[in-house]
């Protein structure tokens, strides 16, 4: 099976500051990786698939990117809304197995 | 707009069985969706559980398949999970979940992913 790791695990970081999150697989999944948004107390929201595709709706600050084992979230301007945790997910096998990230909080400094 | 609602006890005792439903609206469940379930340990990532076609066809996590069963109601746009011999490390929110297969703007590649969630449902285990 492929396993997801996230780093960093958590991070303090200031409204308007340049945030970046790594995926990385534990072995090659193409571009077959989403992102997505948790805050507190709700259910995860998609923000990005394939990689590096916005979901609509989706403000443009987000961006990801990668292939193969190494994958990037970046949030451009962190804004106050963002403070949340994120997952990524593959989504490569066949039969179909989804496995989530541990996750990254990204927290007020 | 699409919208799911889970349904079911919120406690259930060791070893019984976490029986849970989803209403769908919105949409039909026999639509090119595929229907799946997430959980979330309190304080912990996203679980993948399994997933549904309307057909019946169903994926399940490996860690998971030996208990898990997962239908599809299409008379009533809904699907189900059921969990056996559950113990304490099942209590969880539990999320039903549409997967859909999204397109990109720069190519006819298309990509599964979970676009639309219900708003999860407290299940826990205890005597």
């Known amino acids: 099976d492929i396993q997801m790791t996230q780093s960093p695990s958590s991070l303090s970081a200031s409204v308007g500051d340049r945030v970046t999150i790594t995926c990385r697989a534990s072995?090659?999944?193409?571009?077959?990786l989403n992102w997505y948004q948790q805050k507190p107390g709700k259910a995860p929201k998609l923000l990005i698939y394939?990689?590096?595709t916005l979901q609509s709706g989706v403000p443009s600050r987000f961006t990801g990117s990668g292939s193969g084992t190494d994958f990037t979230l970046t949030i451009a301007s962190l804004q106050p809304e963002d403070f949340a945790s994120y997952y990524c997910?593959?989504?490569?096998?066949?039969?179909?197995?989804?496995?989530f990230g541990p996750g990254t909080k990204v927290d007020i400094k | 707009q699409v919208q799911l609602q889970e349904s079911g006890p919120g406690l259930v005792k060791p070893s019984g069985t976490l029986s849970l439903t989803c209403a769908v609206s919105g949409v039909s469940i026999r639509s090119s969706n595929w229907w799946s379930w997430v959980r979330q340990a309190p304080g912990k990532g996203l679980e993948w559980i399994g997933e549904i076609y309307h057909s019946g066809t169903t994926n399940y996590n490996p860690s998971l398949t030996s208990r898990v069963g997962i239908g599809v109601d299409k008379s009533n746009n809904q699907f189900s999970l059921n969990l056996r011999s559950v113990t304490a490390a099942d209590t969880a929110v539990y999320y039903c979940?549409?997967?859909?297969?999204?397109?990109?703007?720069?190519?006819?590649?298309?990509?599964?992913?979970?676009?639309?969630w219900g708003q999860g449902t407290t299940v826990t285990v205890s005597s």
């Open positions: 072995k090659s999944i193409g571009i077959y």
């Open positions: 394939g990689a590096s």
């Open positions: 997910q593959e989504s490569s096998h066949t039969p179909r197995l989804f496995t």
């Open positions: 979940v549409r997967v859909n297969f999204l397109v990109t703007d720069y190519s006819s590649a298309g990509y599964y992913a979970m676009d639309v």
